[in-house]
């Protein structure tokens, strides 16, 4: 089993350039994981559902197909035959200083068929640009910087920067790349770009630098409204977070802050892929809500509240992730790392969820009400800390639920690595080759590794191991029609709990630390079946009717 490592600080910490936090920096580290943004860039078709290429004659201001100029630098030349009309905006009259705002410029020669080019510079912005309804534009930026007016002086509301399409009027084939947006001015902060594009949406490279303390919506809205359309968002970047609402200048018209990334209306399908978000008030990825899938490959997500990475919609999918939570401040209540919700076979693959100054409730990987088929693998999971908390919970009114070949270390004052909570479901819940470890406290009575108190789940070739100072249990079973086959099981109370009916405990390995007896057995279970173990000490049986045990070794 090969499980993925975790994305550095120093990796983390170099987000704030876009030369320093390269795709290949954030992903390519990762065992298994996703090829790097940077070698798969120009191998991607970038508009699928495009023409051929139009004719190599390019009309626009001052670039032509021999074009020489600054902004031609490059491979952002390979998109030029893909526009009839390519425009240098410095050329055009943008300034590129930052001393003058460009939305009118920008105005004056947006279109369809339309590649705006920003050549190096900074570009001051203090209003909103709006196109929607387009058919293929572009906004491609040569080391060119976009720079926010702060919340005082913007015009108009304060809320974006692009506004590329809307629900009632989408745009079509969508790119904005090459951008760092400047936004380390004391009360600024914008949301830099928000699309509603019905297919081929593309953003790249886009690094926002600098604390958002406006008090204004995060820098991201991404939505796909067609069901068959599609779109990426490669290298969006903005590590350093937000501010709190009521810290800003826009206290009491915002709840709690804003979100890093939202893609809460997407109907099609949408992947993030090898994104940086540092710790924002209301969710870092918000992508839920919406009817399509999301895809989230590799990048690194830390410290927001709520949750780091929250994603919906079928077959949606979280892939090779770094989350990290190691400092949270006082305004934060909850800082889930992954929330799964609102669909059916959703996954998490080769996710690295490490959480260091847990916040209580702020569970490692949150499988909730919602989910009707869910699969975690090949991730770790290491939780340490001053707080009780759990690891992967299952909630009461969740589906099929399967969590293979993944570790968890468990090192807080209480709680459950695994939590499979009491419903009235019985979907199977599925544990395979799936390892519980460290040294955890009974704070709250949370004091198991594994806790099941649903029906009809199965543990086939878990490691469980909770040595401790305090009464741990390895795993306790309140549901009926439990299957335990395999695995080895110690603690330093009782290596299996069971108050269940009808359970099957084979093969496996038990023994407690204290000397106690390998299984517990409560009066509550009934027709319990022990089969060719190893239960070091033997059974504590307090009154189990109907038990049936043959092949054992005491």
């Not at 699309?195 to 995060?218: C, K, M, N, P, Q």
């Not at 996954?347 to 909730?368: D, F, K, L």
């Not at 019985?426 to 198991?448: M, N």
């Not at 108050?499 to 509550?524: C, I, K, W």
Request: aromatic letters at 8%.
């Amino acid at each position: 089993m090969k499980l993925p490592n975790f994305i550095t600080d120093k990796e983390y910490d170099t987000g704030s350039t876009a030369t320093e936090t390269s795709a290949d920096a954030v992903g390519s580290d990762r065992e298994n994981g996703p090829r790097s943004a940077a070698g798969a860039k120009r191998s991607l078709t970038r508009r699928g559902c495009l023409k051929s290429a139009v004719a190599t004659g390019v009309t626009g201001i001052g670039i032509a197909s021999t074009a020489s100029a600054s902004s031609s630098d490059g491979s952002y030349s390979d998109y030029f035959d893909e526009y009839d009309t390519v425009i240098d905006m410095v050329e055009a009259g943008a300034d590129n200083t930052g001393s003058e705002p460009i939305t009118d410029v920008l105005k004056a020669h947006r279109g369809d068929d339309t590649l705006l080019v920003f050549p190096p510079g900074r570009y001051y912005m203090d209003e909103q640009f709006r196109f929607t309804g387009f058919e293929n534009f572009g906004l491609l930026g040569n080391d060119a910087t976009l720079v926010p007016a702060n919340y005082h002086e913007f015009d108009g509301p304060q809320y974006r920067l692009f506004r590329l399409g809307v629900d009632y009027s989408p745009g079509r084939n969508l790119l904005v790349e090459g951008f760092t947006v400047d936004q380390t001015a004391t009360d600024t902060g914008i949301r830099v770009i928000d699309t509603f594009v019905a297919d081929g949406l593309e953003v790249r490279d886009i690094t926002v630098d600098g604390y958002h303390d406006s008090g204004t919506w995060g820098p991201g809205l991404f939505n796909i409204t067609d069901p068959d359309g599609s779109g990426i968002v490669e290298g969006f970047r903005a590590p350093d977070g937000a501010a709190w609402v009521d810290e800003t200048p826009n206290a009491g018209n915002l709840w709690r802050g804003p979100s890093g990334i939202i893609a809460n209306q997407n109907r099609g399908t949408l992947t993030f892929r090898h994104c940086v978000l540092g710790p924002f008030p209301d969710n870092g990825l918000y992508a839920s809500g919406g009817t399509g899938t999301v895809v989230v490959e590799g990048g690194i997500f830390k410290n927001s509240n709520a949750a780091n990475v929250r994603i919906g919609g079928d077959s949606s999918r979280v892939e090779w992730v770094t989350v990290e939570v190691d400092d949270a401040r006082p305004q934060d209540t909850s800082q889930r790392a992954i929330r799964l919700e609102n669909g059916d076979d959703l996954r998490v693959e080769g996710a690295a969820v490490r959480v260091t100054n847990p916040m209580p409730t702020s569970h490692a990987i949150s499988v909730m009400n919602t989910c009707e088929g869910t699969r975690i693998e090949n991730s770790t999971i290491d939780i340490s800390g001053d707080e009780i908390n759990q690891g992967i919970v299952v909630s009461p009114d969740a589906g099929e639920t399967v969590i293979v070949d993944t570790d968890i270390t468990h090192d807080t004052t209480g709680g459950y690595p695994i939590w499979i909570r009491e419903s009235d479901r019985t979907d199977q819940v599925l544990c395979e080759h799936v390892t519980v470890s460290g040294q955890a406290g009974d704070d709250g009575g949370f004091r198991d590794g594994i806790r099941c108190e649903r029906d009809n789940c199965r543990f086939n070739a878990v490691t469980v191991t909770q040595p401790s100072d305090v009464d741990r249990n390895a795993l306790v079973n309140t549901g009926d029609d439990c299957r335990i086959y395999k695995g080895e099981y110690r603690a330093s109370q009782y290596p299996i709990v069971d108050l269940g009916s009808g359970t099957v405990v084979r093969e496996v390995h038990a023994e407690s630390y204290d000397g106690n007896e390998g299984v517990l057995l409560y009066d509550q279970c009934e027709n319990a079946a022990l089969k060719k173990n190893t239960l070091v000490n033997g059974v504590k049986d307090n009154g189990c009717d109907g038990l049936v045990m043959w092949g054992n070794t005491f």
